[in-house]
């Protein structure tokens, strides 16, 4: 032990051996370094072998500089820098990541090829939105195109589901309850009956084909690629959050959806491959897809005194209704039509559809048009209020009467008219606030507390529209309580609410674990 030094060392390296003084074979010691001269010991013989140095870093993977900071302490102690896990971001991961986003960028484009080609077939349009091609249709053509819709739709999944009976098709199921496998060739079907249906009037959100599409991709290659388990997962999960980004041009909207919905963590290890495949298939699908903002044309809302006071009392009113609507969503899934039934209900569903939008068109779609209405202020009172009652029903009857598609764009479009019409009454007490500043962040605050996702709700609003920033605050007010009221009064999404039932003989009796980002184990609620 080299007493001149053992008092000054501290924590562990208070039990190491000191080093001697590096000498040259005179016994002098080399200036300013502290270390032998090559080939040289204190005595002028040759150095003998020494240990090589402990490895600092506990990190996985290791990075390339093997010492921590002067202070000695760690780098994940910051909680969202983690170790990989189980899910490694190996070079292959990474490479797998990049052909995902490609594929879906480039899926994302053929379902929309197929929506935007049967929308023009269906109500004789060939410029101009869906909802001006709606409107300017005959009511017979109206209603014909949504019983067609239903024979179709009836059929097609009846056949699907029969001839691919026990194949995953569920992405949100098959992340949260399974390995991430995923069926393509059933994904695929599904998704362009889904498609075709929606381009022909069916009240779904058509984000559900890129999205479902992403992750089959996704389990396509991790299958081929030979990844872990848990690397699948977050690849298929990528893969989801992306078709989201690619058919809405909302990259980071996409990521934090994987991230805070598909995985549940927003740590570097999740957050890094789900920002680089979702930007990625954003790129890609500009192939088609025009790189402008989803909703054009809308003006740059300011806060006001009068706006900061509606979103602190619609924000929580806005989440009791999002925690009833989670509610209607999770019954009607649970009692879809199934079997023999689901032949018939898609047309008896479509067709009552078809009837109610002769006079409101706005309801047929996944209701894109109807939302950009409300961002820009259109829409009187009474037309608001039937559009905010019915759009929710209508979106109920045909998930329940079996039909699959999302529920993403019905419940943005709902928030916006139901903003804008908590805001049309507001402005009676309070005026001067424009209509669709309230609609903007009657859907942030929609969409936040349906899907108990505020951080991915709030970057899709904005994103989707390329402004708002300049009421961030009450946006951010409304959303942050909405999801509040939601949570507690209830805690679904109306994602988790449309999981399927397990059978009896296969319940657990213990819910099974979680992994979060950095690999560990987490119980499920």
């Known amino acids: 032990w080299h007493d001149g030094n053992r008092g000054r060392r501290r924590g562990r390296r208070a039990f190491l051996p000191a080093r001697p003084a590096a000498r040259t074979s005179r016994g002098t010691p080399l200036a300013g370094t502290g270390e032998p001269a090559a080939g040289l010991s204190g005595d002028g013989g040759d150095i003998a072998m020494r240990r090589p140095r402990e490895n600092e870093r506990r990190r996985s993977p290791q990075p390339l500089v093997r010492r921590r900071v002067p202070s000695g302490r760690g780098a994940m102690e910051q909680p969202n820098i983690t170790s990989d896990g189980q899910a490694a971001l190996t070079p292959v ?185 979702s930007v990625i298939a954003t790129a890609t699908a500009w192939l088609y897809l025009p790189a402008h903002a989803t909703y054009t044309g809308i003006p740059d809302y300011r806060t006001s005194g009068s706006l900061l006071a509606w979103a602190l009392l619609a ?73 905010a009652a019915l759009k929710p029903m209508v979106t109920a009857l045909c998930i329940g009467s079996g039909a699959s598609g999302g529920l993403f764009t019905p419940t943005l479009s709902t928030g916006a008219v139901l903003g804008g019409l908590l805001g049309l009454a507001w402005n009676l007490a309070w005026p001067g606030t424009p209509t669709g500043a309230y609609a903007m962040i009657g859907a942030a605050a929609m ?49 988790s609410a449309r999981l399927p039932s397990r059978p009896p003989d296969t319940e657990p009796a213990v819910p099974p674990p979680k992994v979060s980002g950095d690999g560990h184990e987490r119980p499920s609620a």
């Not at 996409?254 to 290890?269: D, H, K, Y």
């Not at 936040?448 to 951080?455: R, Y």
């Open 93 to 277: 991961f990474w490479l797998m990541v990049a052909l995902t986003g490609v594929a879906t960028g480039l899926l994302g484009d053929l379902m929309m090829v197929i929506l935007f080609n049967v929308q023009h077939l269906a109500f004789g349009y060939h410029t101009g939105t869906f909802e001006a091609g709606a409107e300017h249709a005959s009511a017979a053509r109206r209603v014909t195109s949504l019983v067609v819709a239903g024979a179709f739709g009836g059929v097609a999944w009846f056949l699907l589901r029969r001839y691919t009976k026990g194949k995953r098709s569920e992405i949100d199921d098959a992340l949260w309850n399974g390995d991430g496998r995923l069926s393509f060739r059933r994904s695929l079907g599904t998704s362009v009956i889904s498609e075709v249906v929606i381009g022909m009037g069916a009240s779904i959100g058509r984000e559900a084909a890129p999205k479902l599409m992403g992750g089959a991709s996704a389990s396509v290659l991790a299958r081929w690629s030979r990844l872990t388990p848990q690397q699948r997962r977050l690849l298929v999960a990528c893969g989801g959050g992306a078709g989201l980004a690619a058919v809405y041009n909302v990259p980071l909207g996409g990521a934090l959806f994987t991230a805070e919905v598909l995985w549940g963590s927003i740590s570097l290890p999740v957050i890094l491959p789900a920002l680089a495949c």
């Open 315 to 387: 924000g929580p009113l806005i989440g009791l209704i999002s925690a009833g609507y989670i509610r209607l969503i999770g019954w009607v899934s649970h009692h879809r039509a199934a079997g023999l039934t689901a032949l018939a209900a898609p047309l008896l569903a479509f067709g009552v559809l078809g009837v109610i939008g002769i006079k409101y068109p706005q309801l047929f779609g996944n209701g894109q048009d109807m939302a950009r209405d409300a961002f820009l202020g259109a829409g009187s009172f009474g037309l608001l209020l039937a559009l």
């Open 447 to 495: 969409v936040g507390a349906s899907t108990q996702a505020p951080l991915a709700a709030l970057a899709l609003v904005l994103e989707l529209t390329q402004k708002g920033l300049g009421i961030i605050v009450p946006m951010m007010i409304a959303t942050v309580s909405a999801t509040i009221v939601a949570y507690y009064i209830d805690g679904y999404s109306i994602y």
